[in-house]
C-alpha cells in the first residue's frame, strides 16, 4: 500500500510522534510511505517525499510538525480537491492519512467526494474539540504549558493582591480554559460552552476579595461571549474599582516539547491508523474513547459536541470559594 501523511491546519505538539508511528509501523508493514510538506497544498504543490525510518529520527521529542502545515485557499475550492484527487491517482496513492483539527477532517471528507482512495484524520489539535476521541493530540501539552504559565503569574499576583485576567487559546471550545482554571485554582473560567456577565464576574471577584483572598485569578478562553481578556479586563475595572491585569499566553502554549501523554497517544493513533488502512477500515477519525481505540465517521467530528465534564464543571463554585 502506497500512503501519504500530511499535517494541516494549527501545529499541535506531538504530530511528530504520529508521522513517526505511522512511517515506521506502515514501512514495517511492507508499505510506502510519503511525507506531504506544507499540509493539503503539498499536495497541490506536490511537495511529496518518500519517507524510511530515518527519515523520522530524533522528531519524537520536538515540538511542531517537521511536514510544515498550513491552510489551502485553493483546496477549499471544488476545483482544487479534484487537482488533488488527480495528483494522489497519479501519483498511485492507495491512501491518505491528515494530522489535523476540525478543518482538516472537512477536508478529508471534502476530498472523498472525488477521489476513490483510503482516507484517515488523526486528532492533532490543542483545542480537544473534535468528537470521536476524549483527547486530542496536542492537549495535554498545551494544558501544561498554560499550567505552567499561569502558576508564575499566580506569584506575582499574590505578591501584590492584584487580580489577573490570563487569556487561553480556545476560539469556540473551553477545554484549555477549564481544565488550566481548575487546576490553577482560578476564582472564575471564563469559556464558550457557559454564560456570565460582566456582573456575575464582579460579583464573584468582590466576594473573593471579601473572603481575603490574596489574589484573583480568572481564566479566560479566547472565544468568550464576553470577548477577550482585554475587553473583559477593561469593563471589570470598572464595575471593582480596581485596575485588572491581563496576559495573554498566545503561542506559547502550542510549543515546546510534547509531554508523556501527548507522545503515547499519538504513538497509538499513528500506528492504529495503518491497521486500520490494512484491515480495510478508512473514513473517519481515529481516536482514543474510554481507553479503546475507534474510528469515527468525519462529518461526526464536527456535528457532534464532545461535552465538558458536567460533574467536575458543577463543582467550580465549590472549588473557588
Given at each position: 500500500m502506497k500512503i501519504a501523511v500530511l499535517t494541516s491546519g494549527g501545529d499541535a505538539p506531538a504530530m511528530n510522534a504520529a508521522i513517526r508511528a505511522i512511517t515506521r509501523v506502515g514501512i514495517h508493514r511492507n508499505c510506502e510511505v510519503y511525507g506531504v510538506f506544507g499540509g493539503f497544498q503539498g499536495i497541490l504543490d506536490q511537495q511529496i517525499h518518500e519517507l524510511n525510518s530515518r527519515s523520522v529520527s530524533r522528531i519524537l521529542h520536538r515540538g511542531g510538525t517537521f511536514l510544515t502545515t498550513g491552510r489551502s485557499e485553493e483546496f477549499k475550492t471544488e476545483t482544487g480537491q479534484k487537482k488533488a484527487a488527480?495528483?494522489?491517482?497519479?501519483?498511485?496513492?492507495?491512501?491518505?492519512?491528515?494530522?489535523?483539527?476540525?478543518?482538516?477532517?472537512?477536508?478529508?471528507?471534502?476530498?472523498?467526494?472525488?477521489?476513490?482512495?483510503?482516507?484517515?484524520?488523526?486528532?492533532?489539535?490543542?483545542?480537544?474539540?473534535?468528537?470521536?476521541?476524549?483527547?486530542?493530540?496536542?492537549?495535554?501539552?498545551?494544558?501544561?504549558?498554560?499550567?505552567?504559565?499561569?502558576?508564575?503569574?499566580?506569584?506575582?499576583?499574590?505578591?501584590?493582591?492584584?487580580?489577573?485576567?490570563?487569556?487561553?487559546?480556545?476560539?469556540?471550545?473551553?477545554?484549555?480554559?477549564?481544565?488550566?482554571?481548575?487546576?490553577?485554582?482560578?476564582?472564575?473560567?471564563?469559556?464558550?460552552?457557559?454564560?456570565?456577565?460582566?456582573?456575575?464576574?464582579?460579583?464573584?471577584?468582590?466576594?473573593?476579595?471579601?473572603?481575603?483572598?490574596?489574589?484573583?485569578?480568572?481564566?479566560?478562553?479566547?472565544?468568550?461571549?464576553?470577548?477577550?481578556?482585554?475587553?473583559?479586563?477593561?469593563?471589570?475595572?470598572?464595575?471593582?474599582?480596581?485596575?485588572?491585569?491581563?496576559?495573554?499566553?498566545?503561542?506559547?502554549?502550542?510549543?515546546?516539547?510534547?509531554?508523556?501523554?501527548?507522545?503515547?497517544?499519538?504513538?497509538?493513533?499513528?500506528?492504529?491508523?495503518i491497521e486500520c488502512l490494512l484491515s480495510g477500515q478508512s473514513g473517519g477519525l481515529v481516536g482514543e474513547v474510554n481507553g479503546e481505540l475507534v474510528m469515527t465517521p468525519f462529518e461526526e467530528t464536527w456535528t457532534k459536541k464532545k461535552p465538558l465534564d458536567q460533574w467536575l464543571l458543577g463543582l467550580l463554585s465549590e472549588l473557588s470559594s
Amino acid at each position: 500500500m502506497k500512503i501519504a501523511v500530511l499535517t494541516s491546519g494549527g501545529d499541535a505538539p506531538a504530530m511528530n510522534a504520529a508521522i513517526r508511528a505511522i512511517t515506521r509501523v506502515g514501512i514495517h508493514r511492507n508499505c510506502e510511505v510519503y511525507g506531504v510538506f506544507g499540509g493539503f497544498q503539498g499536495i497541490l504543490d506536490q511537495q511529496i517525499h518518500e519517507l524510511n525510518s530515518r527519515s523520522v529520527s530524533r522528531i519524537l521529542h520536538r515540538g511542531g510538525t517537521f511536514l510544515t502545515t498550513g491552510r489551502s485557499e485553493e483546496f477549499k475550492t471544488e476545483t482544487g480537491q479534484k487537482k488533488a484527487a488527480k495528483i494522489l491517482t497519479d501519483r498511485g496513492f492507495d491512501a491518505l492519512i491528515a494530522i489535523g483539527g476540525d478543518g482538516t477532517m472537512r477536508g478529508l471528507a471534502a476530498l472523498s467526494q472525488h477521489w476513490n482512495g483510503k482516507l484517515i484524520g488523526l486528532p492533532g489539535t490543542i483545542d480537544n474539540d473534535l468528537y470521536g476521541t476524549d483527547y486530542t493530540i496536542g492537549f495535554d501539552t498545551a494544558v501544561n504549558n498554560a499550567l505552567e504559565a499561569l502558576d508564575k503569574i499566580r506569584d506575582t499576583a499574590e505578591a501584590f493582591s492584584r487580580t489577573f485576567l490570563v487569556e487561553v487559546m480556545g476560539r469556540h471550545a473551553g477545554f484549555i480554559a477549564f481544565h488550566v482554571g481548575v487546576a490553577t485554582g482560578a476564582s472564575a473560567i471564563l469559556m464558550p460552552e457557559t454564560r456570565t456577565t460582566i456582573e456575575e464576574l464582579a460579583q464573584t471577584v468582590m466576594k473573593a476579595k471579601e473572603r481575603a483572598k490574596s489574589s484573583v485569578l480568572v481564566v479566560v478562553a479566547e472565544g468568550d461571549e464576553l470577548g477577550n481578556a482585554d475587553t473583559i479586563g477593561k469593563a471589570l475595572s470598572v464595575r471593582i474599582g480596581e485596575k485588572c491585569r491581563v496576559s495573554v499566553l498566545g503561542y506559547i502554549q502550542r510549543g515546546g516539547n510534547p509531554t508523556h501523554f501527548d507522545r503515547l497517544l499519538a504513538t497509538k493513533l499513528g500506528a492504529f491508523s495503518i491497521e486500520c488502512l490494512l484491515s480495510g477500515q478508512s473514513g473517519g477519525l481515529v481516536g482514543e474513547v474510554n481507553g479503546e481505540l475507534v474510528m469515527t465517521p468525519f462529518e461526526e467530528t464536527w456535528t457532534k459536541k464532545k461535552p465538558l465534564d458536567q460533574w467536575l464543571l458543577g463543582l467550580l463554585s465549590e472549588l473557588s470559594s
